[in-house]
């Protein structure tokens, strides 16, 4: 089944770090960029990190870069948004998205939800 | 960064009519722009690409239009499956950026 599954949000105190994990199948993974996508409640949808497939090029948006740092190991499957110096408003739903080079997203996880409160 | 701007914020219709939604874009994006469809605690789904491309497996009552900043998503006939929220997303510049969607709603 073609999939992506995200896992890994929970409840953490500002300034604390979580990690996320996006687990692929069904498909090529090494072929496709992956994105994570977030959405705060009662906001928008906010596009905050890409990663290619081979080259292991990254982006950040400006709002998370120094703070979050994505990677993928491509034997398992398995795209990771490292997050740390979390703040109130990182609290979010957190998608992980699959697309190619051109930002066209195809298929998208259910999202992992992540809470910053103290 | 690219503001999306998408309208009405709701648009309450009955199934069988006809649906139409707008999304206007704060610079041009040329034809890089997508539109999802998304339903209660299910993941978006891809509809339309490159402005007017269908997704595999998206029915032919969805059609896609427009370039530079002007948009829409037109469905031509409301079936109850299509009740859902729809938000549109340019890709022609970082960073990436969504509209904040249009509820279409049983009247």
């Known amino acids: 089944q073609v999939q992506l599954v995200e896992s890994g949000g929970g409840l953490v105190k500002p300034g604390g770090s979580l990690r996320l994990s996006c687990a692929a199948s069904g498909f090529t993974f090494s072929d496709f960029y992956i994105s994570w996508i977030r959405q705060a409640p009662g906001n928008g949808l906010e596009w905050i990190s890409y990663i290619d497939g081979g080259d292991m090029y990254t982006t950040y948006a400006d709002p998370v870069r120094g703070r979050f740092t994505i990677s993928r190991d491509n034997a398992k499957n398995s795209v990771f948004l490292q997050m740390t110096g979390l703040r109130v408003d990182d609290t979010a739903m957190y998608y992980c998205?699959?697309?190619?080079?051109?930002?066209?997203?195809?298929?998208w996880g259910r999202g992992t939800m992540v809470s910053v409160s103290s | 960064e690219i503001v999306m701007t998408q309208y009405p914020e709701t648009l309450s219709l009955s199934p069988g009519q006809r649906a139409t939604l707008l999304c206007r874009a704060s610079?041009?994006?040329?034809?890089?722009l997508a539109w999802y469809q998304r339903k209660p605690g299910q993941p978006p789904r891809l509809l339309i690409s490159g402005a007017s491309n269908r997704a595999t497996g998206v029915p032919d009552r969805f059609s896609g239009g427009g370039s530079t900043t002007d948009f829409a998503l037109i469905i031509s006939s409301l079936q109850s499956e299509d009740f859902a929220v729809y938000f549109c997303?340019?890709?022609?510049?970082?960073?990436?950026?969504f509209g904040q969607g249009t509820k279409v709603e049983i009247k």
């Open positions: 997303h340019q890709y022609e510049k970082w960073p990436w950026t």
């Open positions: 998205v699959r697309h190619r080079g051109p930002a066209i997203f195809d298929l």
């Open positions: 610079q041009s994006v040329n034809y890089n």
